[in-house]
């Protein structure tokens, strides 16, 4: 059975650094397209960044040189080191497997999510 | 970045009621439109990819529609299950994939 479980969300002043993680089970990370999906009531869904199966990454403009994504394939965990963190980085974060075909992706499995919450 | 709308942001509707859900996109994606449910406090659960695709497990009262700018996702005979909000994101520029807005519906 695939599962996602999120760890390392909260509160966090402006400026600040958050490491989150991704324990996966059932699939090898270092196999997959993996993601950081972003949810927030204002500007709803965000992919802000994707570690593909070769190990390239890609950042939204967003989170672009503040943002970090890795994997430990040893721990089959994915990771988004947040530094310089700014009040509308305040979301849950999601990471998902992306499925990869034809047609481009999908995200066929998502963890729980984890709020990161950056305010003073 | 390609930007999804969908339409209505949100819908009432019975038990048993037949729902059309609307993502136009603003450029051509062709087939690359895939479907989310997601329920309050839950993450998002993909239902179809490939723009008429079902997941595994997602039952035939889902079904979906569209190529090019123009999708639909419609759900048929509406159970209490399934009020919920629905998001539409294109694929087809890898990895800048982006979602729609929602589509929240709800008991009428």
């Known amino acids: 059975e695939v599962q996602l479980v999120e760890s390392g969300g909260g509160l966090v002043q402006p400026g600040g650094s958050l490491r989150l993680s991704c324990a996966a089970s059932?699939?090898?990370?270092?196999?997959?397209?993996m993601t950081w999906v972003r949810q927030t009531p204002g500007k709803g869904l965000e992919c802000v960044s994707v570690?593909?199966?070769?190990?390239?990454?890609y950042y939204a403009d967003s989170v672009k040189g503040r943002f970090t994504i890795s994997r430990h394939d040893s721990e089959n965990t994915l990771y988004l080191q947040m530094n310089s963190l700014r009040p509308e980085d305040t979301a849950v974060y999601y990471c998902?497997?992306?499925?990869?075909?034809?047609?481009?992706?999908?995200?066929?499995?998502w963890g729980q999510g984890t709020l990161v919450t950056v305010s003073s | 970045d390609i930007q999804m709308t969908q339409s209505p942001s949100s819908l009432s509707a019975s038990v048993g009621d037949r729902v059309t859900i609307t993502c136009r996109a603003s450029?051509?994606?062709?087939?690359?439109l895939n479907w989310y449910q997601q329920k309050p406090g839950k993450a998002p659960k993909s239902l179809i990819y490939?723009?008429?695709n079902l997941q595994s497990g997602v039952p035939s009262r889902f079904s979906g529609s569209g190529s090019g700018t123009d999708f639909t996702l419609t759900i048929s005979n509406l159970q209490p299950e399934d009020f919920a909000t629905y998001y539409c994101?294109?694929?087809?520029?890898?990895?800048?994939?982006?979602f729609g807005q929602g589509t929240k519906v709800e008991i009428k």
């Open positions: 998902a497997r992306v499925w990869i075909g034809g047609y481009g992706g999908s995200m066929d499995d």
């Open positions: 059932g699939f090898p990370v270092s196999s997959n397209y």
């Open positions: 570690i593909y199966s070769g190990g390239k990454t």
């Open positions: 450029q051509r994606i062709s087939s690359s």
């Open positions: 490939a723009a008429s």
């Open positions: 994101q294109q694929s087809y520029i890898t990895p800048q994939w982006t």
